[in-house]
């Protein structure tokens, strides 16, 4: 249920995302009439992602959660969860977080790279190199998916390597 919480608050800020990217690109498209209709596309291609991926997260977020934690059983007591467990929660959050705040822009990323191969980093004009563009997205997104994945491992290890528990005084 949790996962499923995230992920439709992640269509949330996909739609927003969509919807201000969106305005942006149809600002730009008003002033340069010129265009042809690729240059459209390509313009619009970004926002419209982010909408449908705000659209399908959110209509399949039961299904994803439930492919992510499994079956779960409602007749688990609270006290069963360990701080291992706690850890882990915590860590899956945080890499779902960095990846799919980035997943969107990682493609952009990849294809300006693709793009811009071949070009003197000189000829750019003072723009920023495709190298670290594409880097800027594409790094977050793999280490938010490392640290989602491994995030039980990961949580356990933390508690395997934290000091014992001092007793508290009443």
């Known amino acids: 249920m949790v996962v499923a919480i995230v992920l439709r608050l992640f269509a949330i800020y996909w739609l927003a995302s969509g919807l201000a990217s969106l305005l942006t690109a149809l600002g730009s498209l008003a002033g340069f009439g010129h265009l042809g209709w690729m240059n459209y596309g390509v313009m619009l291609l970004m926002p419209v992602a982010y909408l449908l991926l705000a659209l399908v997260t959110w209509i399949f977020a039961g299904r994803i959660a439930e492919k992510v934690t499994g079956a779960s059983d409602p007749a688990l007591p609270v006290a069963a969860i360990s701080r291992g467990d706690l ?9 779902l977080w960095f990846f799919l705040s980035h997943l969107g822009a990682a493609p952009t990323g990849l294809h300006q790279l693709a793009m811009y191969r071949g070009i003197d980093p000189m000829l ?4 920023e190199s495709p190298i670290h563009v594409a880097l800027r997205s594409i790094v977050p997104c793999m280490v938010g998916m490392t640290v989602a994945i491994c995030s039980p491992a990961l949580g356990r290890k933390i508690v395997a390597k934290a000091p014992p528990d001092k007793p508290t005084l009443p």
Do not use: W
């Not at 750019?124 to 723009?127: I, P, V």
């Open 87 to 95: 850890y882990g929660f915590g860590l899956l959050i945080t890499g």
């Open 124 to 127: 750019l004009d003072g723009a």
